[in-house]
């Protein structure tokens, strides 16, 4: 089974403030990790994903095995990243499917100024 | 930039109405996603389709629940007899390819039934 756990439902930080966002999953094999972002009124997009290792508007995040996590972070908080945070785990589907991403509870973060 | 795009935005019916949410993926995605998200809940899987057949779906896709690409560009989720408890916001998503392709997200299609 593939389990996704976002423990905070809303993170409040000010801005220029380190940011966190915290993932856990569970999964047997070899699972690829993802963030997607869902700005206000608009719909959900990917923000990255493990297997690219690269920094999108600010963000990283490593896939940490041993812990099995996968944290999304950022230096420096920015009013529009005021946004809610899905982490996902996409793991092998039936042969010759797509395979389904499991989504955690997500993440609301609020960047105050 | 290609989206997918989801009609209606909002639909308002009856218990025990059939309801159908229509999807046009990106024109040249193969795999084909219903989501859907109670209000305070998460995002949940509902089925994947591809190659003119579900691949996957969800112990919450039971039989009152149908999909169907009817014409090669819209992909449709039909709810037979709609329950209270189908109440949510339902994402289309489509990508290119299984192993690695990005998801992209419609901008939903929120039911409520009364």
């Known amino acids: 089974a593939q389990r996704v756990t976002q423990p905070e439902k809303l993170l409040s930080v000010f801005k220029g403030a380190p940011v966190e966002l915290k993932c856990n999953y569970s999964?047997?094999?070899?699972?690829?990790l993802f963030w997607y972002v869902q700005y206000s009124r608009q719909r959900l997009q990917l923000l990255l994903r493990?297997?690219s290792r690269e920094s999108i508007k600010g963000f990283t995040a490593d896939l940490n095995k041993g812990e099995t996590s996968f944290h999304l972070k950022k230096p420096f908080a920015q009013e529009e990243d005021s946004a809610m945070y899905y982490c996902?785990?996409?793991?092998?589907?039936?042969?010759?499917?797509?395979?389904?991403?499991?989504f955690g509870t997500g993440t609301q973060l609020k960047v105050e100024l | 930039e290609p989206e997918v795009t989801q009609t209606p935005s909002h639909q308002v019916t009856q218990m025990g109405q059939e309801v159908i949410l229509r999807c046009v993926p990106i024109s040249n995605h193969l795999y084909f996603y219903w989501y859907r998200q109670i209000l305070g809940q998460k995002v949940e899987f509902l089925v994947s389709?591809?190659?003119?057949?579900?691949?996957?779906k969800s112990e919450i896709f039971d039989d009152q629940f149908s999909v169907e690409r009817p014409d090669g560009s819209n992909f449709t989720l039909k709810i037979r007899s709609t329950k209270l408890e189908d109440s949510a916001m339902y994402f289309c998503a489509s990508k290119f390819n299984t192993n690695t392709g990005e998801l992209f997200f419609g901008e939903g299609s929120r039911l409520t039934v009364l």
């Open positions: 493990h297997i």
């Open positions: 999964y047997s094999g070899s699972p690829e």
């Open positions: 996902a785990l996409s793991g092998q589907g039936l042969t010759g499917g797509g395979n389904k991403l499991t």
């Open positions: 389709f591809y190659n003119n057949e579900i691949s996957e």
